[in-house]
C-alpha cells in the first residue's frame, strides 16, 4: 500500500487519506487499524475504486477525538 496524499486540517480535526494498493483487502484493513488506534471519533470510508492499471484506490475521513464535527 502507498500514501498518496495526507492531509489534516486543524480547525475540524480532520485528517483525511488517500492511498493506493495493489491488494484489494489493504483498504479495509488499513481503515480498521485506524479505528482500532483510538484516536478517531469517527471515520468515514465509502470502499475503494479499482483502475485498468490493476491498482485499488481509496480514502478515509477521520473525525479526531475532540474534534469539531460541523
Known amino acids: 500500500m502507498t500514501i498518496l496524499h ?3 486540517t486543524e480547525d475540524t480535526g480532520v485528517l483525511t487519506v488517500s492511498a493506493q494498493s495493489a491488494n484489494v483487502t489493504d483498504a479495509p484493513v488499513f481503515v480498521q487499524r ?3 488506534t483510538g484516536l478517531f471519533s469517527d471515520i ?3 470502499g475503494y ?3 485498468t492499471d ?3 484506490y ?3 475521513s ?3 477525538k ?5
Do not use: K
Not at 475532540?66 to 460541523?70: C, I, L, R, T, Y
Open 6 to 8: 495526507m492531509e489534516y
Open 34 to 36: 485506524l479505528r482500532g
Open 44 to 46: 468515514s470510508y465509502t
Open 49 to 51: 475504486l479499482s483502475d
Open 54 to 56: 490493476g491498482m485499488y
Open 58 to 60: 481509496f480514502s478515509a
Open 62 to 64: 477521520c473525525l479526531r
Open 66 to 70: 475532540g474534534g469539531d464535527a460541523s
